[in-house]
């Protein structure tokens, strides 16, 4: 576990102990590596600045997996993709950035054999998962859309600095193809209309989840529209109290074939935990060998999606 200490990784942390995976922490402050492996009896602590290959050689030394929660992703995967593949191990991230995510699945492959899975986190894999049980067979779809609902959102110091470092800038899919659109104009807004509890909503569109990077990988469209809808905060929850929040989710995809819609949805509580639980199924399934493909791969490409959807602690999941 690399940042093993931040808000996210320590539900992954968790998560992984419950399943009595032999853990590694690794970050870069190791006072705070030693605080948390006190809390789990048996794991190793590995401090490593990224800077530093040989810190991250030693880190790496023996593991047979990678999960990178350190973020913003802007500064962290070159360093630990390459420490990974040097040790011949397979790489996880939740990166969420839309460029950091299009970056990565640009880059080169790695050995044959090895998985390297950016963006397994809420914003990058659900939408993938959700899309690829979805998609079916046939011709291509004219256009696959994945709409977000939160009913608040208090976000994390990493996530905030993720937002500040895209500075408004979007990354959308349309016309079979990624465009970057800079931050100079406010994202346009339209109505879709979510299954309840949040119904008809004035959304965010052209909002720049990581799935839009992930489901135009290898679910063949033209367009990937989204929404985003974010009920106002009315106070400060308590998303860094390092237990789950009250936060509720709802996460609908449509496939848009032959003038026809199909939509499938999932709702759940708290994106930083339930990211947290796909990172920990995720690295489950690598462990087991139990993937669908090795490489550079999405959630939806790397495992089996509806079965890899029913494991998670969903309040609701509508595949049908
Ligand atoms: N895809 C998704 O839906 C999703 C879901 C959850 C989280 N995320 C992303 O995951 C990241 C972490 O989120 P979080 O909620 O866990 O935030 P957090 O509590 O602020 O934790 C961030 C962690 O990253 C470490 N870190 C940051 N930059 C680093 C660097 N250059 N070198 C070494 N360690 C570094 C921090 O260590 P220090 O304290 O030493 O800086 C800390 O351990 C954020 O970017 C967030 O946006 C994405």
Same mark, same amino acid.
């Given at each position: 576990m690399?940042g093993a200490y931040g808000h996210t990784a320590q539900?992954v942390v &968790? &998560?992984?102990? @419950?399943?009595?995976?032999?853990?590694?922490?690794?970050?870069?402050?190791?006072?705070?590596?030693?605080?948390?492996?006190?809390?789990?009896?048996?794991?190793?602590? !590995?401090?490593?600045?990224?800077?530093?290959?040989?810190?991250?050689?030693?880190?790496?030394?023996?593991?047979?997996?990678? %999960?990178?929660c350190?973020?913003?992703?802007?500064?962290?995967?070159?360093?630990?993709?390459?420490?990974?593949?040097?040790?011949?191990?397979?790489?996880?991230? %939740?990166?969420?950035?839309?460029?950091?995510?299009?970056?990565?699945?640009?880059?080169?492959?790695?050995?044959?054999?090895?998985?390297?899975?950016?963006?397994?986190?809420?914003?990058?894999?659900?939408?993938?998962?959700?899309?690829?049980?979805?998609?079916?067979?046939?011709?291509?779809?004219?256009?696959?859309?994945?709409?977000?609902?939160?009913?608040?959102?208090?976000?994390? +110091?990493?996530?905030?600095?993720?937002?500040?470092?895209?500075?408004?800038? !979007?990354?959308?899919? /349309?016309?079979?193809?990624?465009?970057?659109?800079?931050?100079?104009?406010?994202?346009?807004?339209?109505?879709?209309?979510?299954?309840?509890?949040?119904?008809?909503?004035?959304?965010?569109?052209?909002?720049?989840?990581?799935?839009?990077?992930?489901?135009? @990988?290898?679910?063949?469209?033209?367009?990937?529209?989204?929404?985003?809808?974010?009920?106002?905060?009315?106070?400060?929850?308590?998303?860094?109290?390092?237990?789950?929040?009250?936060? @509720?989710?709802?996460?609908? %995809?449509?496939?848009?074939?032959?003038?026809?819609?199909?939509?499938?949805?999932?709702?759940?509580?708290?994106?930083?935990?339930?990211?947290? &639980?796909?990172?920990?199924?995720? /690295?489950? +399934?690598?462990?087991?060998?139990?993937?669908? &493909? /090795? $490489?550079?791969?999405?959630? $939806?490409?790397?495992?089996?999606?509806?079965?890899?959807?029913?494991?998670?602690?969903?309040?609701?999941?509508?595949?049908?």
């Open positions: 690399y539900f &968790a &998560a992984l102990r @419950r399943r009595d995976v032999a853990l590694v922490l690794s970050g870069r402050d190791a006072g705070r590596l030693h605080a948390l492996a006190a809390h789990h009896p048996g794991t190793r602590v !590995r401090p490593a600045a990224l800077d530093s290959p040989a810190d991250l050689d030693r880190a790496l030394d023996g593991v047979v997996a990678v %999960v990178n350190a973020g913003p992703f802007g500064d962290t995967p070159p360093a630990l993709v390459d420490a990974a593949l040097r040790a011949g191990a397979h790489y996880l991230d %939740v990166a969420g950035e839309t460029l950091v995510a299009w970056r990565m699945f640009d880059g080169p492959e790695p050995p044959a054999g090895v998985l390297v899975a950016p963006a397994l986190g809420f914003f990058g894999a659900l939408g993938d998962l959700l899309a690829t049980a979805a998609y079916g067979s046939g011709p291509p779809a004219g256009a696959v859309t994945v709409a977000v609902a939160l009913d608040g959102w208090v976000p994390t +110091r990493g996530s905030r600095l993720a937002g500040k470092l895209r500075a408004g800038r !979007r990354v959308v899919f /349309t016309g079979g193809r990624l465009h970057l659109r800079s931050g100079d104009t406010p994202p346009p807004t339209a109505t879709w209309t979510f299954p309840p509890p949040f119904g008809a909503q004035e959304a965010e569109t052209e909002f720049p989840t990581a799935d839009v990077v992930t489901i135009a @990988r290898h679910l063949p469209t033209q367009e990937i529209p989204t929404y985003l809808y974010t009920a106002p905060t009315a106070t400060e929850d308590d998303t860094n109290a390092h237990r789950r929040s009250e936060q @509720r989710f709802v996460v609908e %995809v449509a496939i848009h074939r032959g003038g026809h819609e199909h939509r499938v949805s999932a709702s759940g509580r708290d994106i930083y935990a339930f990211s947290a &639980a796909m990172a920990a199924e995720a /690295t489950t +399934r690598v462990l087991q060998g139990n993937v669908k &493909a /090795t $490489g550079l791969v999405t959630a $939806g490409q790397a495992f089996a999606a509806a079965d890899f959807l029913r494991t998670l602690p969903l309040d609701h999941l509508n595949l049908s």
